[in-house]
């Protein structure tokens, strides 16, 4: 069994200061993790993903989000906001080499960037 | 860079109206995918399509829900008697044959309104 908890439903943020999107996550197994990215009227993106490689992963935009075992976490993060950011993430994660059926998503956090 | 289309973007029906959702995915992709999220839930599996029939459903997707790829770039949902609770998002997804079987790319979504 596996489960999402994605502790922020909004986070609100300066533009210029660091982005932090918190993802908790519960599994019987060593997972693959994900974060997507869904900006208004668009798809949702993929951003980075952990399939046990190196536990700090870097994606698209300046995003990373680094794989804590001992915390069961897989927050996002990005030094600087910047107002494209703006948009609503969702933290997923799957059995390792799991079917599209086994994706969990999170309830998604909606990030405000403030000018 | 390629997208997976969806149409519409939004539609209002009557409660036991038909429905049909369309999505182009990415053209190289063989994998297809149906996705929902109701208002305030998250988003869970409907189904999986590949080489022309359905590779996996999840309970939600009974007898009202059919899927079909009716030439080489649409793949369409239907609904064949919407109900109050079908009201959602329906995101459409796709991946290619290289990419890992939960590396999808998604579409806008179709917002449907029951009334």
């Known amino acids: 069994a596996q489960s999402v908890t994605q502790l922020d439903s909004h986070v609100s943020v300066s533009e210029g200061t660091p982005v932090l999107l918190r993802c908790n996550y519960s599994s019987s197994y060593s997972p693959s993790l994900f974060w997507y990215v869904q900006h208004p009227n668009k798809g949702l993106q993929l951003l980075l993903k952990?399939?046990?490689?190196?536990?700090l992963v870097k994606g698209i935009n300046g995003f990373e989000a680094e794989f804590k075992k001992s915390e069961t976490s897989f927050h996002l993060t990005k030094p600087s906001a910047h107002m494209s950011d703006a948009a609503e993430y969702f933290c997923v994660v799957s059995p390792p080499s799991g079917s599209a059926r086994q994706l969990t998503f999170g309830s998604g956090t909606q990030l405000t960037v403030l000018p | 860079e390629p997208e997976v289309t969806q149409t519409p973007s939004h539609q209002v029906t009557q409660m036991g109206q038909e429905v049909i959702l369309r999505c182009v995915p990415i053209s190289n992709h063989l994998y297809f995918y149906w996705y929902r999220q109701i208002l305030g839930q998250k988003v869970e599996f409907l189904v999986s399509?590949?080489?022309?029939?359905?590779?996996?459903k999840s309970e939600i997707f009974d007898d009202q829900f059919s899927v079909e790829r009716p030439d080489g770039s649409n793949f369409t949902l239907k609904i064949r008697s919407t109900k109050l609770e079908d009201s959602a998002m329906y995101f459409c997804?796709?991946?290619?044959?290289?990419?890992?079987?939960?590396?999808?790319?998604f579409g806008a979504g179709s917002r449907l309104t029951v009334l």
């Open positions: 997804a796709s991946r290619s044959l290289a990419s890992g079987a939960n590396v999808l790319t």
């Open positions: 399509f590949y080489n022309n029939e359905i590779s996996e």
């Open positions: 952990y399939t046990s490689a190196a536990t």
